[in-house]
Each structure stands twice: as structure tokens, then as C-alpha cells.
Nanobody, 126 residues
Framework: VDLVESGGDLVQAGGSLRLSCVASTRSFEAYVMAWFRQAPGKEREFVAAISPSGSSSSYGDSVKGRFTISRDNARNTVYLQMNSLKPEDTAIYYC????????????????????WGQGTQVTVSS
């Protein structure tokens, strides 16, 4: 499975970005997908996760109400819409896939996910 993220950029505080992640797998619609982020010198942090059907989602406390995760199973793509960005959102954002078939558990632990991409850099200036 290959995951390729895109959409990272330099943006001013208060701005918006949409990240995309395309997965090269036949059964994309069967897997929980998630976004994590990692800032320099910090541990990887849970951002959001979405169920295989897209009917349920979960968010980290620091992004609730500002970020929205969604997916398009026909395009093998998961998205992260980020609004009201803050300088503390600056990090490399990683797309991750849990290869458990049709799981209903949206884990916040990065070790629960089996595949991840190379990441995309998001920088928010103050």
C-alpha cells in the first residue's frame, strides 16, 4: 500500500488548507484512515480518523471544530480540511491506514496503523 499526501503549504494564521491523501489499494473502502502530525522535537499527534464508510469520525482535542476529515472511496482519497489555522498547527502531516478489514475502531494511537505516507509540510505563520 502506498499513501501519497499533498496540499501542504505556507499559510498565514487564520487561513485554510485542504490536504489530500491518495491510497494505492484495491480495498480502500474497507479501511479506517487517519491523519497524524509531527512537529520538530515532538511526538506524533493524532489529528483525525474516519471510518471505512465515512459515517463516523474522531478528532484530537486541539483541532476539534476547526478541522474536518472526509473521504471519497471512489477516488481512494481521504481529505483533511483545515480552517482557522494557528501557528501551533505547524507540522508534517501524515496520512495513515489501519489494515484491519472493516474495523469500527478509530484509534488515536499511531501504532495501530500499518501504513503511512511520506508526509506533507504545513507551516502557519503568525
Amino acid at each position: 500500500v502506498d499513501l501519497v499526501e499533498s496540499g501542504g503549504d505556507l499559510v498565514q494564521a487564520g487561513g485554510s488548507l485542504r490536504l489530500s491523501c491518495v491510497a494505492s489499494t484495491r480495498s480502500f473502502e474497507a479501511y479506517v484512515m487517519a491523519w497524524f502530525r509531527q512537529a520538530p522535537g515532538k511526538e506524533r499527534e493524532f489529528v483525525a480518523a474516519i471510518s471505512p464508510s465515512g459515517s463516523s469520525s474522531s478528532y484530537g482535542d486541539s483541532v476539534k471544530g476547526r478541522f474536518t476529515i472526509s473521504r471519497d472511496n471512489a477516488r481512494n482519497t481521504v481529505y483533511l480540511q483545515m480552517n482557522s489555522l494557528k501557528p501551533e498547527d505547524t507540522a508534517i502531516y501524515y496520512c495513515e491506514l489501519d489494515s484491519t478489514y472493516y474495523s469500527d475502531y478509530l484509534s488515536t494511537d499511531p501504532t495501530s496503523y500499518d501504513y503511512w505516507g511520506q508526509g506533507t509540510q504545513v507551516t502557519v505563520s503568525s
